[in-house]
Every structure is written in C-alpha cells, then in structure tokens.
C-alpha cells in the first residue's frame, strides 16, 4: 500500500523555523519527485516545492531563500524547511510524490496534510 505520512507541523512563532518531514512507503522513492504543496484559509492550494531525483530542487518565488527541501533516500523521506516565518506561512502543508506511467500519465499520491500555524 503506497502511503505519505506527514509529520513536524504545529505551532511556531512568527520569525522562526519550521521543519515538516513525509515518510513514503510502498513506492519506489527515487522513482518520483516528491514536493510539498500549502493551503492557507480561504486560498487555493499552491506549489511550495518540489524535488526530483535527478534534477535541482523547486522553489515557489514567493518562498524562495526562506525555504529548503531535502530529501533522505536511505529513509524514503523528503522535509521541507522554512525559515523566517510569516503569520502568512499558516497554511496546512501537503506532501506529494509524482511519477509520470507511460500507460497512464502523471500518478500524483497525496499525504493527508499537516497543519502549521505561525502566531503573530
């Protein structure tokens, strides 16, 4: 069974960091990439980051020199860092992992998402 289990998110305060980590199984993890989307209230789920196996990481302009995106291929997990939170940065963080089938097209798999709030 593929599965993305998101875990890291919570409570930060405006100016610190964050780090939310999605541990994959059930798919062979070099094999996709893997990224991290955000939702904030009321707003429309956007592209945060993204890395392929074979290629350079993915920033969202908007996150650009505040956030890193790593991935461990000996624990099939990919974190994603953000520093200098804005109370802006609330928003629930979903993992991704994206292969291309030939048969098929794009295969997305979705985490269940984890909340991050950054108090003012």
């Known amino acids: 069974q593929v599965q993305l289990v998101e875990s890291g998110g919570g409570l930060v305060q405006t100016g610190g960091s964050l780090r939310v980590s999605c541990a994959a199984s059930g798919l062979t993890f070099s094999s996709y990439t893997m990224g991290w989307f955000r939702q904030a209230p009321g707003k429309e789920r956007e592209l945060a980051a993204s890395?392929?196996?074979?290629?350079?990481?993915y920033y969202s302009d908007s996150l650009k020199g505040r956030a890193t995106i790593s991935r461990d291929y000996a624990k099939n997990t990919v974190h994603f860092e953000l520093n200098n939170l804005k109370p802006e940065d609330t928003a629930v963080y979903y993992c991704?992992?994206?292969?291309?089938?030939?048969?098929?097209?794009?295969?997305?798999?979705w985490g269940q998402g984890t909340q991050v709030t950054v108090s003012s």
């Open positions: 991704y992992a994206k292969v291309w089938e030939t048969l098929r097209g794009w295969k997305t798999i």
């Open positions: 890395k392929p196996t074979n290629d350079e990481a």
